[in-house]
C-alpha cells in the first residue's frame, strides 16, 4: 500500500513519518520511557529485545502515539502495557517448534500469499475455534504466535490483512471471549498493524449474531472490518491468490509443516502441559471437522 493511499484512508491525526511535530511527540516518548527503564534496573518486568526495538524502530513508537492522538504521556502507559503483555505471553520464547504438528495439519492458521496490495495475509479458518478450555487457550497462543510473528517481521503501519474464513462455522465455534481477545490485541497490543479484518463468507443464520458482535467493536476497529463472499473478495484478495481449500484458486498447498515440530503426543505434554486425554481431544476434534486432515491426523 503505497503511503499516500494509506495517509488519505486514516484518521486526520495520522501524519507523515518524517512530520516534525510527531518526530519530537516520539523522543518525548522516548525519554519518559528511558527514565522509567532507569527506574526499574536492573530486574526489568520486560523483554529486553522489546526496549531494544523501541528505541531503534520509530514505528513501535509512533504506532501508540497515532493510536492516542499524539498524547505523549498516554502512548507511553500504553506501551508500558504492551511491554508487560509481551512478557507474560512469553512471546520471545514461542517458537513454531512450541505448537504440535497437527495444528499446522489442520490448515486452521496460515499465512498464504498477498492481497492486491502486495502485502501478506493471515487467514484463520473459524470452524476450528471451539469453545472447549484446553483446546481455545492453545489454539488462541497458536494464533497470537502467528499475529506476532507479521507485527514483528513487517514493523510499519497497515503492513498486512487478517481473513477470518466463516465456512463450516457452527453454534459450537460461537466463542465471544474470542472475539473480545481479537479485539484487544488489535487495539492495545498490535495497533496500526492490521491494514483490514475480512470476515468470509458468513453463514445466513449467524448474519443476526454478527450484527450484535459489533457493538463489542471499537469505532476504530469497526473501520477495519471487511465483509466479503466469494463474488466480493476480489476487491481485496485476487481469489488466484487465496488457497482452494476456501474457495481460492491458487494451485499451491496452504499447508507448510515447519522443520522440528513435534506430534501432540510429544510436545503437547512438554510445552502445552497436556495430559494423555487432553492430547487426544484436540486429536479428535481437528481430524473431525476436515476429511483430509482426519485421514492426516490420526487419534
Given at each position: 500500500?503505497?503511503?499516500?493511499?494509506?495517509?488519505?484512508?486514516?484518521?486526520?491525526?495520522?501524519?507523515?513519518?518524517?512530520?516534525?511535530?510527531l518526530?519530537?511527540?516520539i523522543?518525548?516518548?522516548?525519554?519518559?520511557?528511558?527514565?522509567?527503564?532507569?527506574?526499574?534496573?536492573?530486574?526489568?518486568?520486560?523483554?529486553?529485545?522489546?526496549?531494544?526495538?523501541?528505541?531503534?524502530?520509530?514505528?513501535?513508537?509512533?504506532?501508540?502515539?497515532?493510536?492516542?492522538?499524539?498524547?505523549?504521556?498516554?502512548?507511553?502507559?500504553?506501551?508500558?502495557?504492551?511491554?508487560?503483555?509481551?512478557?507474560?505471553?512469553?512471546?520471545?520464547?514461542?517458537?513454531?517448534?512450541?505448537?504440535?504438528?497437527?495444528?499446522?495439519?489442520?490448515?486452521?492458521?496460515?499465512?498464504?500469499?498477498?492481497?492486491?496490495?502486495?502485502?501478506?495475509?493471515l487467514y484463520?479458518?473459524?470452524?476450528?475455534?471451539v469453545?472447549?478450555e484446553?483446546?481455545?487457550?492453545?489454539?488462541?497462543?497458536?494464533?497470537?504466535?502467528?499475529?506476532?510473528?507479521?507485527?514483528?517481521?513487517?514493523?510499519?503501519?497497515?503492513?498486512?490483512?487478517?481473513?477470518?474464513?466463516?465456512?463450516?462455522?457452527?453454534?459450537?465455534?460461537?466463542?465471544?471471549?474470542?472475539?473480545?481477545?481479537?479485539?484487544?490485541?488489535?487495539?492495545?497490543?498490535?495497533?496500526?498493524?492490521?491494514?483490514?479484518?475480512?470476515?468470509?463468507?458468513?453463514?445466513?443464520?449467524?448474519e443476526?449474531?454478527?450484527?450484535a458482535?459489533?457493538?463489542?467493536?471499537?469505532?476504530?476497529?469497526?473501520?477495519?472490518?471487511?465483509?466479503?463472499?466469494?463474488?466480493?473478495?476480489?476487491?481485496?484478495?485476487?481469489?488466484?491468490?487465496?488457497?482452494?481449500?476456501i474457495?481460492g484458486?491458487?494451485?499451491?498447498?496452504?499447508?507448510?509443516?515447519?522443520?522440528?515440530?513435534?506430534?501432540?503426543?510429544?510436545?503437547?505434554?512438554i510445552?502445552?502441559?497436556?495430559?494423555?486425554?487432553?492430547?487426544?481431544?484436540?486429536?479428535?476434534?481437528?481430524?473431525?471437522?476436515?476429511?483430509?486432515?482426519?485421514?492426516?491426523?490420526?487419534?
Open positions: 500500500m503505497s503511503p499516500k493511499r494509506l495517509y488519505n484512508e486514516a484518521p486526520k491525526y495520522l501524519v507523515p513519518p518524517d512530520d516534525e511535530n518526530i519530537n511527540c523522543n518525548k516518548v522516548r525519554e519518559q520511557l528511558d527514565q522509567h527503564f532507569t527506574s526499574l534496573e536492573p530486574d526489568l518486568p520486560y523483554l529486553i529485545n522489546d526496549i531494544n526495538k523501541l528505541r531503534t524502530c520509530d514505528f513501535e513508537v509512533r504506532r501508540y502515539l497515532f493510536q492516542t492522538n499524539l498524547d505523549v504521556n498516554q502512548a507511553v502507559e500504553m506501551i508500558k502495557d504492551r511491554l508487560t503483555w509481551r512478557k507474560e505471553m512469553s512471546l520471545d520464547t514461542l517458537r513454531y517448534q512450541k505448537f504440535p504438528i497437527e495444528f499446522y495439519q489442520s490448515g486452521g492458521i496460515f499465512e498464504f500469499k498477498t492481497d492486491n496490495d502486495g502485502d501478506p495475509v484463520v479458518r473459524s470452524k476450528f475455534n469453545n472447549i484446553i483446546l481455545s487457550k492453545s489454539l488462541r497462543q497458536f494464533l497470537i504466535f502467528f499475529m506476532d510473528k507479521m507485527d514483528q517481521r513487517f514493523s510499519r503501519e497497515r503492513s498486512w490483512g487478517l481473513v477470518f474464513d466463516a465456512q463450516g462455522f457452527g453454534w459450537n465455534n460461537i466463542d465471544f471471549d474470542f472475539l473480545n481477545l481479537i479485539i484487544k490485541i488489535l487495539k492495545y497490543y498490535m495497533p496500526w498493524s492490521v491494514k483490514y479484518v475480512v470476515i468470509y463468507e458468513i453463514p445466513w443464520f449467524l443476526s449474531i454478527w450484527k458482535a459489533q457493538h463489542f467493536i471499537p469505532e476504530d476497529g469497526k473501520r477495519l472490518i471487511r465483509v466479503y463472499n466469494k463474488k466480493t473478495i476480489g476487491e481485496t484478495i485476487n481469489p488466484i491468490n487465496m488457497p482452494k481449500v474457495g484458486l491458487s494451485p499451491d498447498n496452504h499447508i507448510i509443516i515447519p522443520e522440528g515440530v513435534e506430534p501432540a503426543t510429544v510436545i503437547g505434554k510445552e502445552l502441559g497436556l495430559n494423555d486425554e487432553d492430547v487426544y481431544r484436540i486429536k479428535k476434534h481437528l481430524a473431525k471437522l476436515d476429511k483430509e486432515m482426519g485421514e492426516l491426523i490420526k487419534v
